[in-house]
């Protein structure tokens, strides 16, 4: 039975190979692997991003995607006032059918922030980013349905079963290039909204492990969100994301009611409880605790689609860590959160 589920795995990243990246539910939380134009746009000298996915845990190892990022405003003292020029590098590691694919990339981003007012609650930007990346395909992890046998599975044609030479056709490496626009903005100094798009992929590299013929589609995202104080110890977080993909598309929206328990704005103690829906395939309960400058999230995926039998409902666990490095002096001006 495993050996078929295995099966069951490689069919369904075979699809998503050519159609669609991995992806979080908790997108807020992984910035650059959202939008470029997110680097260095935070209220703080330096922030780490780690995120950590295993999707459909019923099936052992089906799907597992790390992220970590690090992003920090540079040559402050020379920019007008309120204007941001962020630097980040972060990387990715996607593991398939119990690490029979694997992706791994770094990538560089770069980003420019112009400020609308003198305050510098308004501002719109842009932003770029440069990856490497590297593909492998373990061939011997894998079994096909011409190599069930009557005592059991018999390797030796699946090679040829996928076209792949399992010396020289197992490993792929690619550039990609990607982009992004971002506005964020306040009404008042404490509330923020902002909305976003990114293309990612731009270049359609090429990723084929048989023919060399077959190009990654660019993905293409709209976000939104924003945080807005209800009272002295509640905040609304919300927000939403539509992307598109070759023939793959999802939309993803919530939000999160955060309760500040030492009543410090500066540096909250708080707790977050919410919930996301991916529509047509997940709810998505979401809990957090944030300490000064640390935020950790948790999700659990309850799968509503029609894959609910074979995942038995479950769609995947995802932690969440954010940190960000704050001068003693901090302003306080208001950026995207979640």
Not at 49 to 68: C, E, F, G, L, M
Not at 222 to 249: C, E, R, W, Y
Not at 288 to 295: A, M, N, T, V
């Amino acid at each position: 039975m495993k050996k078929l589920l295995q099966l069951f795995c490689f069919s369904l990243l075979s699809i998503s190979a050519s159609a669609q990246d991995p992806h979080f539910s908790q997108f807020f939380a992984s910035p650059l692997t959202l939008n470029p134009a997110f680097t260095g746009k935070f209220d703080g000298l330096w922030r780490l991003a780690a995120n950590h996915r295993d999707q459909w845990p019923s099936i052992p190892k089906a799907y597992v995607t790390t992220s970590a990022s690090i992003d920090f405003p540079i040559m402050q003292k020379m920019l007008p006032q309120g204007d941001i020029f962020g630097v980040g590098v972060s990387g990715l590691s996607d593991a398939s059918a119990n690490n029979a694919l694997k992706l791994n990339y770094g990538s560089l981003s770069l980003s420019y922030h112009k400020a609308l007012d003198e305050d510098g609650w308004n501002t719109i930007g842009a932003g770029f980013q440069a990856s490497y990346s590297s593909m492998s395909l373990d061939i011997t992890k894998l079994t096909f349905e011409d190599e069930l046998q009557q005592n059991g599975f018999a390797q030796g044609t699946s090679g040829e079963y996928i076209g792949v030479n399992p010396l020289t056709g197992k490993n792929r490496s690619y550039v990609d290039v990607n982009a992004g626009l971002l506005y964020s903005g306040s009404s008042n100094g404490e509330n923020n909204f902002y909305f976003g798009f990114s293309m990612y992929h731009i270049n359609k590299p090429k990723v084929s492990f048989k023919d060399n013929n077959w190009n990654l589609s660019s993905r293409v995202t709209v976000h939104g969100g924003g945080t807005f104080p209800l009272s002295d110890a509640l905040d609304l977080n919300v927000s939403v994301i539509h992307q598109s993909q070759s023939k793959s598309s999802e939309t993803v929206l919530g939000g999160a009611i955060a309760y500040n328990v030492n009543s410090k704005s500066e540096t909250p103690t708080s707790v977050y409880l919410g919930s996301w829906m991916r529509l047509k395939d997940a709810i998505i309960p979401y809990v957090g605790l944030e300490i000064g400058g640390l935020r950790i999230g948790a999700t659990y995926d309850i799968n509503t689609s029609g894959l609910k039998s074979a995942s038995l409902s479950k769609g995947g666990t995802e932690f969440s860590i954010i940190y960000i490095q704050r001068p003693p002096d901090n302003k306080g001006i208001p950026c995207p959160k979640f």
